[in-house]
């Protein structure tokens, strides 16, 4: 069985200030990681992922995580915050193999000018 | 072509009527999805197909009804929908059934309203 904790509902942070989006997972098996955005009303789009390569990604718009095994964490991270990084983010686990996804309850960034 | 289209993108029916929601995807892939959003909640999974069969379904209520014509194409029929059934409805798709290898494609969800 696998899960994942978002352990912040929302973020706040001043453009061009770092962000930090916190997840921790759970995988009986070899877990394949993602990152997904959702802009309001919109769908959602892939930032990220993480598939037994190396540990730290490099996705979209500047965003990077670190996949750390010893404290089972994937947090996403990026230098520099901009007005458009205001979105939902989710973090997703999925056991390497298998398709089904199982999402995190989703942070909520807010970027103030 | 790298999206997941779907029509329409926005729906408003009655409790008695009948509609389809549709999605398509040009990319070859062969395992397509129906997830339902709630407001302010993760998308939950209803429907799988992997090679145009299903292989999921989540414990969906009968009043929603999948179908996979082809390879690229993938419908939910709505029958007899309840007010609570209101939600975003977004496709997905990936490479194939191993599809955590890659990642999923998303597309722009149509918001179902029922009233």
């Not at chain 1, 069985?1 to 989006?21: C, I």
């Not at chain 2, 999805?33 to 909640?41: E, L, P, R």
């Not at chain 2, 007899?80 to 599809?99: I, K, R, V």
């Amino acid at each position: 069985a696998q899960s994942v904790t978002q352990l912040d509902s929302h973020v706040s942070v001043s453009e061009g200030t770092p962000v930090l989006l916190r997840c921790n997972y759970s995988s009986s098996y070899s877990p394949s990681l993602f990152w997904y955005v959702q802009h309001p009303n919109k769908g959602l789009q892939l930032l990220l992922k993480y598939t037994s390569a190396a540990t730290l990604v490099k996705g979209i718009n500047g965003f990077e995580a670190e996949f750390k095994k010893s404290e089972t964490s994937f947090h996403l991270t990026k230098p520099s915050a901009h007005m458009s990084d205001a979105a939902e983010y989710f973090c997703v686990v999925t056991p390497l193999g298998y398709s089904t996804l199982t999402f995190g309850k989703g942070t909520m960034l807010l970027v103030s000018p | 072509d790298t999206e997941v289209t779907q029509t329409p993108k926005h729906l408003v029916m009655g409790m008695t009527n009948k509609k389809s929601l549709k999605c398509e995807q040009h990319m070859g892939h062969r395992a397509m999805y129906w997830y339902k959003q709630k407001a302010k909640k993760p998308p939950e999974l209803m429907f799988v197909y992997s090679y145009e069969k299903l292989s999921i379904n989540e414990s969906v209520p009968s009043r929603f009804s999948p179908e996979c014509p082809n390879s690229s194409l993938l419908n939910l029929h709505l029958h007899a929908l309840q007010p609570e059934d209101s939600a975003l409805y977004l496709c997905a798709s990936s490479q194939d059934w191993t599809g955590a290898n890659y990642g999923y494609t998303f597309g722009s969800g149509t918001r179902l309203t029922v009233v």
